[in-house]
């Protein structure tokens, strides 16, 4: 398996709070992350929720469940399981009265051989980091209207 991590930030108008209800709207979720084509199965909220999930990705679906680790004003943590295992951590920080920092990490395994490994990194990372900040930008559109 490769360990690979793609991140990136975006400052938004809207306090950690703001922020922080819409990514525990597990939901509407599709409506902002590219790719995430459903949620389902959705059981509770915050730190402890559990879901289903299904990315498209071309012409793959991708799926698994996602456990919701950490849920805080500071942080917010999502670990998935199945075709992919990830971790997906959001972390906010104030910025002046009504900004706030919003950063996300997310680190993945790719499973499979060494021809898979290396086609990660020059293609599937790179696109896994353009949808990581298409989120942030949507998020931020989300959030600001």
């Not at 919701?68 to 009265?97: A, D, H, L, P």
């Amino acid at each position: 398996m490769s360990k690979t991590n793609v991140e990136g930030s975006v400052t938004i108008n809207a306090s950690p709070e703001k922020i922080l209800e819409v990514l525990e709207d597990i939901e509407h979720a599709p409506e902002w992350v590219p790719s995430l084509h459903t949620v389902k199965d959705i059981k509770g909220k915050g730190a402890g929720c559990t879901y289903t999930w299904m990315y498209k990705i071309g012409p793959a679906n991708i799926e698994g469940k996602v456990e919701i680790t950490e849920s805080s004003i500071e942080q917010f943590v999502m670990k998935t399981e199945g075709s992919v295992k990830s971790y997906w951590t959001w972390e906010m920080g104030r910025k002046g009265k009504t900004a706030t920092i919003l950063r996300l990490s997310i680190s993945y395994d790719l499973p499979g051989n060494i021809l898979a490994q290396v086609a990660d990194k020059l293609v599937i990372e790179k696109q896994n980091k353009k949808e990581l900040e298409q989120a942030l930008t949507n998020l931020k559109e989300r959030l600001e209207k």
